[in-house]
Structures are given as structure tokens and as C-alpha cells.
Nanobody, 126 residues
């Protein structure tokens, strides 16, 4: 398993923006599918966005389409989640997860993912 580290969470007012980052130590992420998941207190974990390893497929949950954007920077070995127009209902712990799979389209369910980060808290509140 990879050691996955997320960063970039924090407290932001409704309508604000945050950028989350996910990176791995000692391993290139180029051939890995990356998923972002979130879990709010008392709620089930849900897929937010994913980016495939070598295919061009990117996925978003309906709740975040048009507001969140996922991207990969192979030179920095980082996958970022840009979150705009944040709402109080976006408040959750956000986790990055990875699976070695260069050729399949990524998925928004947690099943395929093998390595998970500890998570970063995102709080949207006035």
C-alpha cells in the first residue's frame, strides 16, 4: 500500500474556495486511479470525484458537478481537487484513495481503491 497524504482542508465561508492536494511518498501516481471521497458525521462515505490513470476519464458526483474540478500534476506527483462555491453541506472529512490501474476508467465507489489517506477536514460555515 502507498502512503497517501492529503492537505489543504480548512474553514471557509459559504461561497468560498479550497484546494485539496493528494500525494504519495516514494511512488509515482501516473498509473494510479485517484478518488476523492468525503464523510460527514452521521453519514455514509460518498465519492466526490475521480481521475483515471492513463485514460482521459474524470468523474464527479452530481452534488459537486460544476463546482469542483480534479486535476493531476505528474511533475509534482500530485492530484488536486479545486472546490469552488462551497456550501455548508460540503462539510466533511475528505479522503484521497488510490489504486494501481492505468487502463480502466476510475470509479466513484470506494470498492476498487486500495490505499487511503487519513483525511483532511473541510468546514464550510459562516
Amino acid at each position: 500500500q502507498l502512503r497517501i497524504v492529503e492537505s489543504g482542508g480548512g474553514l471557509v465561508q459559504p461561497g468560498g474556495s479550497l484546494r485539496l492536494s493528494c500525494t504519495a511518498s516514494y511512488t509515482r501516481l501516473d498509473n494510479y486511479a485517484i478518488g476523492w471521497f468525503r464523510q460527514a458525521p452521521g453519514k455514509e462515505r460518498e465519492g466526490v470525484s475521480c481521475i483515471s490513470g492513463r485514460t482521459s476519464y474524470i468523474g464527479y458526483a452530481d452534488a459537486v458537478k460544476g463546482r469542483f474540478s480534479i486535476s493531476r500534476d505528474n511533475s509534482e506527483n500530485t492530484v488536486s481537487l479545486q472546490m469552488n462555491s462551497l456550501k455548508p453541506e460540503d462539510t466533511a472529512v475528505y479522503h484521497c484513495a488510490t489504486v494501481f490501474d492505468p487502463f480502466s476508467n476510475c470509479r466513484l465507489d470506494p470498492g476498487p481503491y486500495v490505499s487511503w489517506g487519513q483525511g483532511t477536514q473541510v468546514t464550510v460555515s459562516s
